[in-house]
């Protein structure tokens, strides 16, 4: 079944760590984003990928780094410069329509905590 | 920047009861699209409306798009148990780019 796999679910970070959460997706889709989700906070986008090599800043993309060199694969790295990473981490792909948005398929979320 | 904002907040419901849930945004839109979200879990695309539509039927779900008035609304007909979660609306800007901007969400429930 295609879907998308965020690993691993539940992932905790000590004092000046960096933490990588892994987003793996099989339904051939060009575009890839990461979100974080707070309480009461709905969603907001860290970084966003159209095609492979290529990435863009969302909203809140201070103290988190990306990469994208494979169309199935998005990781994000949680830096030690984001004060404060605790939050439920979304990843999400979606097909290219230029100028449009499409539906975006999610997958289960990584659960972030400070130790 | 929060573009939708979802309301209201929170809806309790009885079974069998219709639901209904409302989006305001603020700019110009391509499409509209709700999500929803079960506790702990990834979001779930429900309905995509664009901007020339005015209203989309899926199953018990019904949207109306309003674009005078910058707004749409989330119909649930006969609910259920298994509709309680959280719904989002997202929207994109004309002109911008193909991502998405979500509301802060309301959260039904439906109780047996």
């Known amino acids: 079944d295609g879907g998308i796999t965020q690993s691993p679910k539940y992932l905790f970070r000590k004092e000046g760590q960096n933490v990588t959460l892994s987003c793996e997706q099989n339904?051939?889709?060009?575009?890839m984003y990461w979100y974080r989700q707070d309480p009461g906070q709905g969603l907001r986008l860290i970084y966003y990928s159209q095609i492979v090599n290529d990435f863009q800043k969302g909203d809140i993309a201070e103290g988190y780094s990306v990469s994208r060199e494979k169309k199935e694969s998005f990781p994000l790295t949680v830096t030690s410069a984001q004060k404060n990473p605790t939050a439920f981490y979304l990843c999400?792909?979606?097909?290219?329509?230029?100028?449009?948005?499409?539906?975006?398929?999610f997958g289960d979320g990584t659960r972030l905590s400070i130790l | 920047s929060q573009q939708g904002e979802e309301d209201p907040q929170a809806l309790s419901i009885q079974e069998g009861e219709n639901a209904t849930m409302n989006c305001s945004y603020k700019t110009s839109i391509n499409n509209l699209q709700w999500y929803r979200q079960n506790s702990g879990r990834g979001l779930v695309h429900l309905i995509l409306?664009?901007?020339?539509?005015r209203e989309k039927h899926s199953g018990r779900l019904r949207v109306t798009l309003d674009t005078s008035k910058k707004s749409s609304s989330l119909l649930i007909t006969a609910s259920r148990a298994a509709d309680t979660a959280s719904y989002f609306c997202a929207t994109d800007a004309v002109g911008g780019s193909e991502k998405l901007v979500f509301g802060k969400g309301t959260k039904l429930t439906v109780n047996p």
């Open positions: 339904l051939n889709h060009d575009a």
């Open positions: 999400a792909s979606s097909r290219r329509a230029p100028g449009t948005s499409q539906p975006q398929h």
């Open positions: 409306i664009r901007s020339n539509e």
